[in-house]
T-cell receptor, first 114, second 112 residues
Framework: GDSVTQMEGPVTLSEEAFLTINCTYT??????LFWYVQYPGEGLQLLLK?????DKGSNKGFEATYRKETTSFHLEKGSVQVSDSAVYFC?????????????FGTGTRLKVLA | EAQVTQNPRYLITVTGKKLTVTCSQNMNHEYMSWYRQDPGLGLRQIYYSMNVEVTDKGDVPEGYKVSRKEKRNFPLILESPSPNQTSLYFCATTGGNDYGYTFGSGTRLTVV
């Protein structure tokens, strides 16, 4: 079945460091891919998305490129801030399910130190 | 403003005491869903609804019920809660596969 695999956390970085959070997927058909962010005590917010191969999603300095050949959607940011500390979830939509079902990874906690 | 409103935010209850978590959306979406979030397991779908009066099981439906009598509301019902249902619950809605979900703020449920 469809699945999403994220790198294990926590990831601890110093402020202004480069961030990469790896995400790979398995899916039938052509899913759309998403990154969500969850700040402490809050719900998940859509961070960025890409709906077809080679698309790059971007928002708030974060970027991810839909790589069909490697089935990956890695999240990157050039210079992280303390305010980026949160849990990040990679997700895919499963169009073959016919139900708008989204499948989530287990989340990667990011901690940014001042 | 597009919103998904869940209530309550926090709930502590005892085993076996029926409870309902409400969810309401103002985006006029047909699709709504409930997820639970547990450490190390990510988000797992409990139930979903494609439209009014149309509901179906997700991956972990045991112990839960839902109803969809009107488009905006999708309550989650635990008729006899047990401690293994202690979790963080999210309601979500979407307009389709390419749109992404809009989530509610979550309900942290503790069953003792």
């Amino acid at each position: 079945g469809d699945s999403v695999t994220q790198m294990e956390g926590p990831v601890t970085l110093s402020e202004e460091a480069f961030l990469t959070i790896n995400c790979t997927y398995t899916a039938t058909g052509y899913p759309s891919l998403f990154w969500y962010v969850q700040y402490p005590g809050e719900g998940l917010q859509l961070l960025l998305k890409a709906t077809k191969a080679d698309d790059k999603g971007s928002n708030k300095g974060f970027e991810a490129t839909y790589r069909k050949e490697t089935t990956s959607f890695h999240l990157e940011k050039g210079s992280v801030q303390v305010s980026d500390s949160a849990v990040y979830f990679c997700a895919l939509s499963a169009p073959t399910s016919g139900t708008y079902k989204y499948i989530f990874g287990t989340g990667t906690r990011l901690k940014v130190l001042a | 403003e597009a919103q998904v409103t869940q209530n309550p935010r926090y709930l502590i209850t005892v085993t076996g005491k029926k409870l309902t978590v409400t969810c309401s959306q103002n985006m006029n979406h047909e699709y709504m869903s409930w997820y639970r979030q547990d450490p190390g397991l990510g988000l797992r779908q409990i139930y979903y609804s494609m439209n009014v009066e149309v509901t179906d099981k997700g991956d972990v439906p045991e112990g839960y019920k839902v109803s969809r009598k009107e488009k905006r509301n999708f309550p989650l019902i635990l008729e006899s809660p047990s401690p293994n249902q202690t979790s963080l619950y999210f309601c979500a809605t979407t307009g389709g596969n390419d749109y992404g979900y809009t989530f509610g703020s979550g309900t942290r449920l503790t069953v003792v």
